[in-house]
């Protein structure tokens, strides 16, 4: 069973930064990709940015040259560094990773942060 357990969410007020981390947890060999999605009150879930095995990373176009995705690969943990935050921001963020199966690959996803842009 595994468990990805988020952190770092709050209440920030235009043009700060957060920085967001999760942990995958239990019995783990491998993970694929690991990425960041978020949603907002009335909206769909979006993907926010998401980085591979070996470090290649992809942006929304929204979040571009402002926020940065990481992995510690020997933690099994990813990170998200959000600077010069905007309103438009503001929502839940969940984590996900992808484990290799036997069947092809199969996502996990965590709790879910609140992330809250205001003055």
């Known amino acids: 069973q595994v468990e990805l357990v988020e952190s770092g969410g709050g209440l920030v007020q235009p043009g700060g930064s957060l920085r967001l981390s999760c942990a995958a947890k239990?019995?783990?060999?491998?993970?694929?990709?690991m990425g960041w999605y978020r949603q907002a009150p009335g909206k769909e879930r979006e993907l926010v940015a998401t980085?591979?095995?070996?470090?290649?990373?992809n942006y929304a176009d929204s979040v571009k040259e402002r926020f940065t995705i990481s992995r510690d690969n020997a933690k099994n943990t990813v990170y998200l560094q959000m600077n010069s935050l905007k309103p438009e921001d503001t929502a839940v963020y969940y984590c996900?990773?992808?484990?290799?199966?036997?069947?092809?690959?199969?996502?996990?996803w965590g709790q879910g942060t609140q992330v809250t842009v205001s003055s």
């Open positions: 996900r990773a992808d484990f290799p199966t036997v069947v092809g690959l199969y996502d996990y």
């Open positions: 239990g019995s783990i060999v491998s993970i694929d990709l």
């Open positions: 980085v591979t095995g070996n470090g290649s990373t």
